[in-house]
C-alpha cells in the first residue's frame, strides 16, 4: 500500500522544523515507518545545492534561484519520497513545491505560469496528500530567526531578505490555502512549542485515521 505524504510549510522562523520532528518522533514511539526530510537539502545532491546556493556571498540571479530549487525537487521526488512511498512509509518533508510558489512566484516575481511549469517538472506531478502551513506575523518570525544561535540554524542568504518579502510569501502560502482547502491546513503558531504541538498531533492523527 502507498505510503503518506505530508508536507510542513511556513516562513523562517515560524517553528515547522521544531514540530516536524515532535510529530515525527510521536509517530515511530506508535509504530509507524516514519521519513523525515527537507528542502533543499533531503539528498547528497541536495545538501551540496543548499550549501551552494544559501551560504554563498554572491549575488544569485532569481533565475537561478528557481531552477537549483527544482533540481533538488527533481532529485528528493525521484530517489528518495517516491521510494519510501512505494514501500509504504509516511514521508514528512520540511517544506516542498508550494515554498517554490511562496518564495520565488511571490516573493521574486516570477510570472505564476513559469512557477507552476517548473513545479510540474520537478515533481513529476507528484503532490502532497497533507501540507500544514504555520502561520505567525511576520515581525515575529524575524524575531525568532535573528535570536538563533545553535549550530542547526546558521544564518545563511534568505535570513537577509525584508520584511516586505516574507510579506508576499505569507500572503501566497494563505492563497494556496483558500484553493486547496482539502489538502492545506493552517496553524496558528503563535503559541508556545507544546500548544503548536496539540494542534499539529490533532490534525495529522485525524488525517492518519481516514484510512
Known amino acids: 500500500m502507498r505510503g503518506k505524504f505530508i508536507t510542513f510549510e511556513g516562513i523562517d522562523g515560524s517553528g515547522k522544523s521544531t514540530q516536524l520532528r515532535l510529530i515525527a518522533g510521536d509517530l515511530r514511539v506508535r509504530g509507524f515507518d516514519v521519513l523525515t526530510t527537507l528542502q533543499p537539502g533531503g539528498t547528497p545532491l541536495g545538501r551540496r545545492l543548499r550549501e551552494a546556493f544559501l551560504e554563498t556571498e554572491e549575488n544569485v540571479h532569481p533565475m537561478a534561484e528557481l531552477l537549483l530549487f527544482a533540481a533538488d525537487r527533481a532529485q528528493h521526488v525521484n530517489f528518495l519520497i517516491k521510494p519510501a512511498l512505494a514501500a509504504g512509509r509516511i514521508v514528512i518533508s520540511d517544506r516542498y513545491s508550494d515554498a517554490t510558489a511562496a518564495y520565488q512566484g511571490a516573493g521574486r516575481g516570477f510570472d505564476e505560469k513559469i512557477i507552476d511549469q517548473v513545479i510540474e517538472l520537478a515533481t513529476d506531478g507528484l503532490k502532497p496528500d ?39 510569501v505569507r500572503k501566497a502560502y494563505l492563497k494556496i490555502a483558500e484553493k486547496e482547502p482539502p489538502r492545506f491546513r493552517v496553524i496558528d503558531a503563535n503559541g508556545s512549542i507544546e500548544e503548536v504541538h496539540a494542534k499539529v498531533s490533532e490534525i495529522v492523527n485525524n488525517f492518519l485515521e481516514k484510512d
Open 130 to 168: 497533507l501540507t500544514v502551513f504555520f502561520d505567525i506575523p511576520i515581525e515575529k518570525a524575524i524575531l525568532r530567526t535573528n535570536s538563533r544561535t545553535d549550530d542547526e540554524t546558521i544564518k545563511n542568504r534568505m535570513d537577509r531578505e525584508t520584511t516586505e518579502f516574507y510579506d508576499r
